[in-house]
């Protein structure tokens, strides 16, 4: 009984040996497994890097050329794809054969790209372009002056039109809308108040003809395309005062724990900090300017008046400052002093020989003056 019990012994110990093998075998093919799905995700991660960098060098070649915030001087002409009628030009030659007003100065016109000072289309075609490079664009009715809609051309009284106006062709403003006048039949006219360029599709012919860095320039063509006007312009960095909100720096140390230990208490000293006025103090900052100088052009011109809020804010935008000085300068008049004020009068020097040299200069009798004086 004893050899029998020590073979069945025997054999349990052997298929426990075989159950252990075919364990470590199963856990062993589970590893290799998980290895081949780490090699595989590893591979998927270098294909995903490999094509990044791809994406990043195609990037990087798709940003050659002009981009957005370049500032760009820009030759064009525009002319109605249906009629070829001139709608703009920066080109003297082809003003003066279309008879455009000669007072008009014609020259490159600056842009900046991505901010909207051409249309769209145009805009688009530029990105990439490099200095040098000419091209040619279709911008659709949709995209310029709109689509022509026949319910902007609307019946009004003619009381609402100054009597020299009331006549076709003539160009009225009403209830704030610029239109054309059509017709006038009684107490009643036509008015169009479509774009007189409305369903037309535009094609601009343009070239680049360079691209501004300095700054300084950048901003005396800008406000030479916004204004129309030449201007004097500097940067200065200034010191200025400058009111700032005082924070109280004991409250920001005190602990969380503190804070959260009565959520009453929490809430009467946030009313009393609401109820505290907020203190300021006066310190010293650095702000960048841009200084402009204030000409009698400038002062009278019309776009400068009614935007000049938003002139200044493009200018702060685009050149990167802090704030715009538009700086009146007034000229001293040479020693030469006031009209009519005589140098040595009212006890300042000089004497009788200056007023009587006055007075001779002015051709005025002395004797006179004094006999009527006198009087």
């Known amino acids: 009984m004893s050899n029998d019990s020590e073979a069945d012994d025997a054999d349990e110990a052997t298929g426990e040996q075989a159950a252990d093998a075919d364990a470590q075998a199963e856990y ?27 994406a990043e060098d195609t990037d990087s070649e798709d940003e050659e050329g002009l981009q957005d915030g370049a500032f760009v001087e820009l ?50 075609d530029l990105i990439g372009r490099e200095v040098g490079d000419t091209g040619s664009v279709v911008v659709e009715a949709s995209e310029a002056f709109g689509e022509y809609d026949e319910e902007e051309v609307r019946t009004v009284s003619k009381d609402k039109i100054p009597e020299d106006d009331r006549y076709p062709g003539a160009q009225v403003r009403i209830d704030g809308e610029e239109g054309f006048v059509e017709t006038v039949i009684g107490g009643r006219a036509r008015v169009d108040f479509n774009h007189p360029l409305a369903g037309e599709d535009i094609e601009y012919e343009y070239e680049i003809v360079g691209e501004i860095t300095d700054r300084q320039a950048k901003a005396e ?41 009565d959520e009453s208490g929490t809430a009467e000293g946030e009313a009393d900090e609401a109820d505290e006025e907020p203190e ?30 938003s002139i200044a804010q493009d200018l702060i935008d685009y050149l990167g400052v802090d704030r715009v000085v538009v700086q009146e300068i007034i000229e001293g008049m040479g020693g030469m002093g006031l009209p009519g004020m005589m ?28 006999e009527e004086l006198g009087e």
């Open 75 to 124: 030759d064009y002409t525009a002319r109605t794809v249906e009629g070829g009628d001139l709608v703009d030009t920066t080109d003297a030659e082809v003003a003066e054969e279309e008879g455009v007003d000669a007072d008009r100065e014609f020259a490159p016109r600056t842009i900046v790209l991505g901010e909207g000072h051409i249309f769209p289309p145009v805009e688009d």
């Open 28 to 54: 062993a093919a589970e590893e290799t497994d998980v290895d081949d799905g780490n090699g595989e995700a590893a591979e998927g991660a270098a294909t995903e890097s490999d094509a990044a960098g791809e």
């Open 221 to 261: 063509s800008l406000l030479e395309t916004l204004l129309d006007l030449q201007l004097n312009v500097h940067f200065e960095t200034d010191t200025v005062e400058e009111e700032q909100l005082v924070e109280n720096e004991a409250e920001e140390d005190e602990g969380d724990d503190e804070a959260a230990d």
């Open 280 to 309: 300021f103090e006066t310190v010293e900052v650095e702000k960048e300017s841009l200084y402009i100088e204030a000409t009698p052009e400038l002062t009278m011109n019309q776009q400068w008046m009614f935007q000049k809020q």
């Open 343 to 370: 140098g040595g009068m009212g006890g300042m020097g000089g004497g009788e020989e200056d007023i009587e040299a006055a007075l001779e200069d002015a051709d005025i009798d002395a004797d006179e003056l004094a």
